[in-house]
């Protein structure tokens, strides 16, 4: 299984640029995919994640309302809508899968990882 991040770079704060992750190897309509980030300093955190066959969706209350997850089973792609951006979002983001159904919400849970995009929230 094999994710690929992009969409990163520099951004204004408020902001709404979109995340994709492809997948080769697994399907999104099976899958479970998540996106996480890491900024400078600070330890990964999980951003949104969902879960197909359990048909929900979560996302860190630091997000929620402003970021959102969706996928497209053709492209068998993920994407990550963020919108209203703020300095504090400014962070390396991954996307990872897992064949779980319902996994962790955190690093644990998760066992393939692509390579980050950084996206960073400045004026």
């Known amino acids: 299984v094999q994710l690929q991040a992009s969409g990163g770079g520099l951004v204004q704060p408020g902001g709404s640029p979109r995340l994709s992750c492809a997948v080769s190897?697994?399907?999104?309509?099976?899958?479970?995919i998540a996106w996480f980030r890491q900024a400078p300093g600070k330890e990964r955190e999980g951003v949104s994640c969902?879960?197909?066959?359990?048909?929900?969706?979560w996302y860190d209350s630091s997000v929620k309302g402003r970021f959102t997850i969706s996928r497209d089973d053709a492209k068998n792609t993920v994407w990550l809508q963020m919108n209203s951006l703020k300095p504090e979002d400014t962070a390396t983001y991954y996307c990872a899968a897992d064949e779980r159904a319902s996994p962790q919400r955190n690093e644990n849970g998760f066992y393939y990882w692509g390579k980050g995009t950084l996206v960073t929230v400045s004026s």
């Open positions: 190897g697994a399907t999104v309509d099976y899958y479970s």
């Open positions: 969902f879960s197909s066959r359990e048909g929900h969706t």
